[in-house]
């Protein structure tokens, strides 16, 4: 007899063999058991699925002599006919090369007649997105009103081709991809059959190289077989496909986490020297990446991934030391690097260079970690923590503590006094309003944690301008930078004898011809809330404006 391949040796005959569609066939059960079954069905999904194995299942649970029934014999005339493909009530056409309406118009005719053995004539057009609209058309009366003995089984990898009017009359079905671990499970169950003797390692390998298709990892270990024999390590899957071992996508994965430049030009370069595909290389990082992030945000749901139990203690183990943002940008990188890498001509530099990108992005702090250590600081600076002192001091037991000059306050305030101008100037960086108001003010009197400045009656209007929140931030933080400590703020009425600021030669804000205020082009900026907002997170101030 000629030989049978693994994929058709190993095609489910009852739904309950099929593999990873435990919605369809569940549904498909149910509606024999209950009498409702449809006069048509839609199948989609990507190759290698189940499309035409549940089309086939269906057909037989509902020619079968002993049913129609979920569990159909297999051994009655009815369902060996079915399995052979030889059934005169189970018609296969292959949309492909029966799309004209010429074929759809025999289709019609020959519906018409009774089955030859069973209760059903059952149709099952495979890629059927490949008939003509004129075709599709030409079978819409009879898709909606069949005759009571025929049912329809679609089934297409392409279902947005297909015309909505004939997916309004059939029930759609949608298969899903078929997970890692439910292909290795089944290539193990078949590799014991066959006394074939595979390791788990070549297992994944495999089920990694079909991408969701079951068939495609049956063929795939059809030919490792005629390959190697009957004992397979993944060293031989790795040299027949040139994929990349779990191992070396696991280094490679670790090595751009901690931007470690030379680790991964060496593994570059192993793999192009072992005449790796490159290409695939991306596209498995890319789902590296995307696993460890699924194991970021799920955490102890990260089972949804259906991973083996050694793939997801690594993501498991990457995760503590792992922040999702730097991931996020990572999987950019990788995104736009496979998209130049389909175009190159050397592949091996643009990966280099792809990686190098990914690794600078595990690097930078993203923009939660930095607003984390703004707000970490400002927490500190207004508990009135000395961060870097306290420790230092409890270093050494015993140690006299270093005591600080000791400035009065009127030596405090005659200090004010002479850099008052340039705290007026420090404050207009961040607040542009605030600065013009405290033109009209001046220090009074210190204590260890407060500062009162006088501000001109004739001028009272701005006071309330000046106890805003944000304008006693910005002054405190001047202030600070003078005497070296953050101090609250109060303001109180100056008398005619309470010294005043030095004039300043370079005046902070210039008269328009109506006498209003004119703001310079940086201060406007600062006035900006948006600005505003980045400058306060920062504690930055405008170097340059470009517009």
């Known amino acids: 007899m000629a030989y049978e391949v693994l994929a058709r040796k190993w095609?489910?005959?009852?739904?309950?063999?099929?593999?990873?569609?435990?919605?369809?066939?569940?549904?498909?059960?149910?509606?024999?058991?209950?009498?409702?079954?449809?006069?048509?069905?839609?199948?989609?999904?990507?190759?290698?699925?189940?499309?035409?194995?549940s089309a086939r299942i269906l057909a037989k649970a509902l020619n079968c002599e002993k049913g129609p029934t979920p569990t159909p014999c297999d051994v009655c005339d009815s369902c060996k006919e079915v399995m052979a493909g030889n059934s005169l009530d189970v018609i296969e056409i292959d949309g492909a090369s029966?799309?004209?309406?010429?074929?759809?118009?025999?289709?019609?005719?020959?519906?018409?007649?009774?089955?030859?053995?069973?209760?059903?004539?059952?149709?099952?057009?495979?890629?059927?997105?490949?008939?003509?609209?004129?075709?599709?058309?030409?079978?819409?009366?009879?898709?909606?009103?069949?005759?009571?003995?025929?049912?329809?089984?679609?089934?297409?990898?392409?279902?947005?081709?297909?015309?909505?009017?004939?997916?309004?009359?059939?029930q759609r079905f949608d298969l899903r991809r078929i997970s890692v671990q439910d292909i290795v499970e089944r290539l193990r169950s078949g590799c014991e059959d066959e006394g074939i003797t595979i390791t788990e390692d070549a297992l994944l390998a495999i089920a990694r190289g079909a991408e969701g298709g079951l068939r495609d990892a049956e063929s795939a270990l059809d030919q490792i077989i005629s390959f190697r024999g009957k004992e397979i390590g993944e060293e031989d899957v790795l040299a027949?496909?040139?994929?990349?071992?779990?191992?070396?996508?696991?280094?490679?994965?670790?090595?751009?986490?901690?931007?470690?430049?030379?680790?991964?030009?060496?593994?570059?370069?192993?793999?192009?020297?072992?005449?790796?595909?490159?290409?695939?290389?991306i596209m498995e990082l890319m789902e590296s990446f995307r696993n460890l992030l699924v194991v970021l945000y799920a955490g102890n749901d990260a089972n949804a991934l259906e991973l083996p139990e050694a793939q997801l203690e690594?993501?498991?183990?990457?995760?503590?030391?792992?922040e999702a943002g730097r991931v996020l940008r990572i999987i950019d990188a990788l995104v736009e690097t496979d998209g130049r890498m389909r175009y190159a001509l050397s592949k091996k530099t643009l990966l280099e260079t792809g990686l190098i990108r990914c690794s600078r992005a595990a690097e930078t702090a993203t923009i939660n970690e930095l607003l984390k250590q703004v707000a970490d600081l400002k927490k500190n600076f207004k508990s009135g923590r000395?961060?870097?002192?306290?420790?230092?001091?409890?270093?050494?037991?015993?140690?006299?503590?270093?005591?600080?000059?000791?400035?009065?306050?009127?030596?405090?305030?005659?200090?004010?006094?002479?850099?008052?101008?340039?705290?007026?100037?420090?404050?207009?960086?961040?607040?542009?309003?605030?600065?013009g108001c405290l033109l009209n003010t001046a220090p009074l009197r210190t204590d260890e944690t407060h500062l009162v400045v006088g501000f001109d009656p004739e001028f009272s209007k701005d006071r309330k301008r000046l106890e805003d929140d944000r304008a006693k931030l910005a002054l405190g933080r001047a202030v600070e930078r003078v005497v070296g400590r953050l101090m609250s703020i109060t303001y109180e009425p100056l008398k005619a004898d309470d010294p005043r600021p030095l004039p300043t030669d370079n005046p902070v804000t210039d008269l328009g011809p109506?006498?209003?205020?004119?703001?310079?082009?940086?201060?406007?900026?600062?006035?900006?809330?948006v600005v505003k907002l980045v400058v306060d997170a920062f504690n930055g101030e405008i170097t340059d404006i470009r517009e």
Request: aromatic letters at 6%; hydrophobic letters at 40%.
């Open 314 to 322: 690594f993501y498991k183990t990457q995760a503590p030391d792992t």
């Open 11 to 53: 095609r489910p005959q009852q739904f309950t063999d099929v593999v990873g569609q435990g919605h369809v066939t569940k549904t498909l059960t149910n509606a024999i058991e209950t009498e409702r079954v449809a006069h048509a069905y839609m199948f989609v999904g990507s190759r290698g699925t189940g499309k035409t194995t």
């Open 514 to 529: 109506d006498n209003t205020v004119m703001l310079t082009k940086e201060q406007k900026w600062y006035a900006n809330p």
């Open 386 to 435: 000395d961060v870097d002192a306290a420790p230092a001091a409890a270093a050494v037991p015993g140690a006299a503590t270093p005591q600080k000059k000791k400035i009065t306050s009127d030596s405090e305030v005659k200090l004010l006094l002479e850099k008052w101008n340039e705290i007026i100037d420090r404050v207009g960086k961040a607040d542009a309003l605030a600065k």
């Open 98 to 170: 029966n799309n004209g309406v010429d074929q759809v118009r025999d289709l019609r005719d020959n519906a018409r007649y009774s089955p030859a053995r069973g209760p059903y004539k059952i149709y099952i057009i495979d890629e059927v997105h490949m008939l003509s609209t004129a075709a599709f058309n030409a079978l819409l009366k009879t898709l909606e009103e069949p005759p009571d003995h025929v049912k329809f089984i679609f089934a297409t990898t392409d279902v947005h081709k297909v015309l909505p009017t004939i997916l309004s009359r059939c």
């Open 240 to 281: 027949v496909f040139g994929l990349v071992s779990r191992h070396v996508l696991e280094d490679l994965t670790v090595a751009i986490l901690k931007s470690d430049v030379p680790k991964i030009i060496h593994i570059i370069s192993d793999m192009d020297q072992a005449g790796k595909d490159l290409q695939r290389v």
